[in-house]
């Protein structure tokens, strides 16, 4: 059985990492407000710009190919946008996910001590219920490192078609209009 000082100590590390996946999310937040107010600088920035533009065009021409000048980064910009709160995003789950797989496997490790004490302090004839618990235990282990693996397949799977999408979508917005379709 634990004693209370382990069981203190068990709390304490509990606590510490609990503040510490708050840090975690704290600092993916942060990061993303720096990535949103960088992003508005930068829109009000070109906004201004493509308004003097605007204000400038004398001709059909010059408004098509203003246009154009325009809406063709604007997927791209777009596009980087959401790679960078996917990547910020990515990171933050990254660091909770190895930080709970962490107190995963110290959580098993000190149910299997836990266990052990028991079966040392078992009384003679429970032999078989003891093998038993820790062939439950062993399975239920190697289930769960199976469903963590699907997870990580999932993700990365996921990733790539992000990717795909993104790169399409890039790729769309830089066929320039002409005159004539804007006409």
């Given at each position: ?92 789950h990254a660091e909770v996910t190895k930080a709970v797989e962490l107190q995963a496997q110290e959580a098993h490790k000190q149910f299997l001590a836990t266990l052990d004490s028991l079966v040392k302090n ?62």
């Amino acid at each position: 059985m634990m004693t209370v000082d382990q069981l203190v100590a068990l709390q304490k590390k509990n606590v510490a990492a609990l503040f510490d996946l708050a840090d975690k999310a704290f600092a993916g937040v942060e990061k993303l407000a720096e990535l949103n107010l960088q992003t508005a600088k930068t829109l009000l920035a070109e906004t201004a710009e493509h308004t003097q533009a605007a204000l400038a065009v004398k001709d059909m021409q010059d408004l098509v190919a203003l246009h154009n000048a325009v809406l063709q980064p604007l997927g791209e910009k777009v596009a980087s946008y959401h790679r960078h709160v996917y990547d910020i995003a990515s990171g933050v789950h990254a660091e909770v996910t190895k930080a709970v797989e962490l107190q995963a496997q110290e959580a098993h490790k000190q149910f299997l001590a836990t266990l052990d004490s028991l079966v040392k302090n078992a009384p003679q004839g429970t032999e078989p219920a003891v093998a038993a618990m820790k062939q439950a235990v062993s399975t239920a282990a190697a289930a769960m490192e199976s469903v963590q693996k699907a997870v990580k397949q999932a993700a990365e799977l996921a990733d790539a078609n992000l990717k795909a999408v993104a790169s399409t979508a890039v790729a769309a917005t830089k066929t320039p209009r002409s005159a004539k379709a804007a006409a």
